[in-house]
């Protein structure tokens, strides 16, 4: 059981280039989120999913998007890369009001 | 919109000592509050978790307490060690959202 995965570990990408986060869970949850943390800051959520092909916006949504085709998966995607996105993106992942299963986290920088 | 602040923003203190770690947020209709433990580089691990029904919750040397009335939350560390030096974030659960604090740096000095 490895809980929630990320990858890349870290990327360091061109403005405007784009790139795709991976996240996996093996923990058959249906709900998935992703959190950006910039340096001195509190997590803030991007997207959020309750389900395979359910998704919805949170607090800072713009510049990204997300898909939900199964309920492992959940990537992030950046389709123009910002300086304003150099960031540690996480997901998560819990079975509803339950405790949040954090991954290890994926740290992006935008040159 | 939910806002949750913790103080202070950072702590030091001698191996052994007993501390309070304050979390306090604005809007009591929560549906729990999570305490986090983050290390340099990692990710967030899960300490504990109080439904908005209940008031406290303990595990070993943790005790976190939750005032749903007065919008706060404490969480206790007994007897503190030089391992429990880290980042210690609250989080207070919407419906489908965690609004989290920026957290306190602990520092245990042995």
């Known amino acids: 059981n490895a809980g929630v995965t990320q990858t890349p570990k870290f990327r360091i990408l061109k403005i405007g280039q784009s790139m795709t986060l991976q996240c996996t869970q093996d923990m058959n949850h249906n709900y998935m989120y992703w959190y950006r943390q910039d340096p001195g800051m509190g997590l803030k959520l991007i997207y959020y999913s309750v389900g395979a092909g359910i998704t919805d916006k949170g607090e800072v949504p713009n510049g990204y998007n997300v898909s939900r085709s199964t309920t492992e998966d959940f990537p992030l995607r950046l389709e123009l890369a910002a300086p304003s996105q150099t960031s540690v993106y996480f997901c998560?992942?819990?079975?509803?009001?339950?405790?949040?299963?954090f991954g290890p986290g994926t740290r992006l920088l935008v040159l | 919109k939910q806002e949750v602040t913790q103080i202070p923003a950072a702590l030091s203190v001698p191996e052994g000592e007993n501390l309070v770690l304050n979390c306090s947020f604005t809007?009591?209709?929560?549906?729990?509050l999570q305490w986090f433990r983050q290390d340099p580089g990692k990710g967030l691990t899960s300490l504990l978790l109080i439904q908005s029904s209940q008031r406290e919750q303990t595990s070993g040397r943790l005790n976190a307490s939750l005032d749903k009335s007065s919008g706060r939350s404490t969480l206790y560390i007994a007897a503190s060690q030089p391992g429990d030096s880290a980042t210690y974030l609250c989080a207070v659960g919407g419906a489908n959202n965690l609004f989290f604090g920026t957290g306190t740096r602990l520092t245990v000095i042995p």
């Open positions: 998560a992942s819990n079975a509803g009001a339950e405790t949040q299963y």
């Open positions: 809007d009591s209709a929560i549906y729990n």
